[in-house]
Each structure stands twice: as C-alpha cells, then as structure tokens.
C-alpha cells in the first residue's frame, strides 16, 4: 500500500508561482513512478508531469512544461510540482498519484492515466486574475 498527502495548494493571482508538496509513505515498489494530475470542474484529469524517482528522470505535459517542474526529495519521501506563471485556467484540484510500471512509463501516459495505482485527496490551487 501506499499513502499519498498534498500540500500547497491555495490561492495566487495571476502570474504568481506556487509548489505543490506530495509526501508518500508505504511500499517503495508501488511508487517507482510519482505523478502529478489535475483536473478542473466540468473538464477531464489532466496529466502535468511525472518522476522516476529511481533515476529523477522527468516527464511532462508538453503544453505545461515550460512553466511546471516536478522535482524530489528522496530523504523525505516527498515530490513537488513548482508552478510558475500562473494563469486562471491552471485553476484546478492538483493530485498527487504513484504506481509501479514495471516496464516503464508508457508513452502515452499523458493520456491514458491506467496504472496510477495511488491517489491522494488533491489540493485545490485557485489563480485569480
């Protein structure tokens, strides 16, 4: 089992920045890959980026990546998701999720999100105009 917690979430005005914490507890082997997902009212999750956290290898959105970064601390078991140039439509519930890929992240992960075994409760991020 693992267990996912967000932290940072909150309200910023446009062009602000804001980092995102996931702290996660449990079996390593099922949390070989951490990911970071949104999803806004009325509008579909929305993959933002992931981390081999073996390797820190990263993967993102490539619509978001130029202002997301998601990066580790593997002493305190805990992914970020650094949010910078923030606009209303990133206005969205921000969740953390873990899984294992045994074979690796699947290329197209972005849209397809099978396979992210674990979920935290999310962090609403608002950016106001």
């Known amino acids: 089992q693992v267990q996912l917690v967000e932290f940072g979430g909150g309200s910023v005005q446009s062009g602000g920045s804001l980092t995102l914490s996931c702290a996660a507890s449990g079996s390593s082997h099922n949390r070989r890959f951490m990911g970071w997902f949104r999803q806004a009212p009325g509008k579909e999750r929305e993959a933002v980026a992931a981390?081999?956290?073996?390797?820190?290898?990263?993967y993102y959105n490539e619509a978001l990546k130029s202002r997301f970064t998601i990066s580790q601390d593997n002493a305190k078991n805990t992914v970020y998701l650094l949010m910078n140039d923030l606009k209303p439509e990133d206005t969205a519930l921000y969740y953390c999720?873990?899984?294992?890929?045994?074979?690796?992240?699947?290329?197209?992960?972005?849209?397809?999100?099978?396979?992210?075994?674990?979920w935290g409760q999310g962090t609403q991020v608002t950016v106001s105009s």
């Open positions: 999720a873990a899984g294992r890929f045994q074979f690796g992240l699947p290329s197209g992960w972005v849209r397809d999100s099978r396979g992210w075994d674990y």
């Open positions: 981390i081999y956290v073996e390797k820190s290898a990263t």
